[in-house]
């Protein structure tokens, strides 16, 4: 069974950054996509950015320029690093492993702890 652990979280300023990683276990980390998502306090879980085995990247708009998602197959991490963060940033942030289809990326039917992500004003 595919295991996700992610680290990285803490409490920041509005404007600072943070570097969120995650492990994947197994090994067959090259074989498939890598992708992040999160969720606030009484809203839908929502896609933030991912990577395929073949380091194309792809972000949601409202983190395209702060946002840059990386990925080591040699270590099975991939990482977030955020930068200018804001207080609407602020959720439980989650990474996933996903497989490439014709209709688009298909994401394990499961969830980890996540990372808290807390940005102040």
């Known amino acids: 069974q595919v295991r996700l652990v992610e680290s990285g979280g803490g409490l920041v300023q509005a404007g600072g950054s943070l570097k969120l990683s995650c492990a994947a276990s197994g090994n067959i980390f090259e074989k498939f996509a890598m992708g992040w998502f999160r969720q606030a306090p009484g809203k839908p879980r929502e896609f933030v950015a991912h990577?395929?085995?073949?380091?194309?990247?792809n972000y949601a708009d409202f983190v395209k320029g702060r946002f840059t998602i990386s990925r080591d197959n040699a270590e099975s991490t991939v990482h977030l690093d955020m930068n200018s963060l804001r207080p609407e940033d602020t959720a439980v942030y989650y990474c996933?492993?996903?497989?490439?289809?014709?209709?688009?990326?298909?994401?394990?039917?499961?969830w980890g702890h996540g990372t808290q992500v807390t940005v102040s004003s």
């Open positions: 996933n492993v996903g497989s490439s289809t014709r209709s688009g990326t298909h994401w394990y039917d499961g």
């Open positions: 990577i395929t085995s073949a380091f194309r990247t």
